[in-house]
């Protein structure tokens, strides 16, 4: 069974910089996705980014240029280094483990959060103005 423990998030004020840090287990997959998530209240879950066990990545447009995703594979932990953060990134922060589904002849990680199995607890990240 997959356990994913968030940590990490906290308060900042607008400008400032978080380093998410998820730490994995139970999981033996080969080729498998690792996805951020968030969710603000009365918002959907949406994906910031994800890597897949090549570490390809991708990201959200909002986040673009100020996350990045990155994975130690021998601790098995998954980062979101957050920088330049903005009061519209205050949300409940979540990793997320899945598999690459087939599209157009290849197998791809996408930021849709149905297509992750497993889930952490969430860590709250608030920015203010």
């Known amino acids: 069974q997959v356990q994913l423990v968030e940590s990490g998030g906290g308060s900042v004020q607008s400008g400032g910089s978080l380093r998410l840090s998820c730490a994995a287990s139970?999981?033996?997959?080969?080729?498998?996705?690792m996805g951020w998530f968030r969710q603000a209240p009365g918002k959907e879950r949406e994906g910031v980014a994800d890597?897949?066990?090549?570490?390809?990545?991708s990201y959200a447009d909002s986040v673009k240029g100020r996350f990045t995703i990155s994975q130690d594979n021998a601790k098995n932990t998954l980062y979101l280094q957050m920088n330049s953060l903005k009061p519209e990134d205050t949300a409940m922060y979540y990793c997320?483990?899945?598999?690459?589904?087939?599209?157009?002849?290849?197998?791809?990680?996408?930021?849709?959060?149905?297509?992750?199995?497993?889930w952490g607890q969430g860590t709250q990240v608030t920015v203010s103005s």
């Open positions: 997320a483990q899945g598999v690459p589904a087939y599209y157009s002849g290849g197998y791809y990680c996408f930021r849709n959060p149905a297509m992750y199995s497993s």
């Open positions: 139970g999981y033996t997959y080969s080729s498998y996705c």
């Open positions: 890597i897949d066990s090549d570490g390809s990545t």
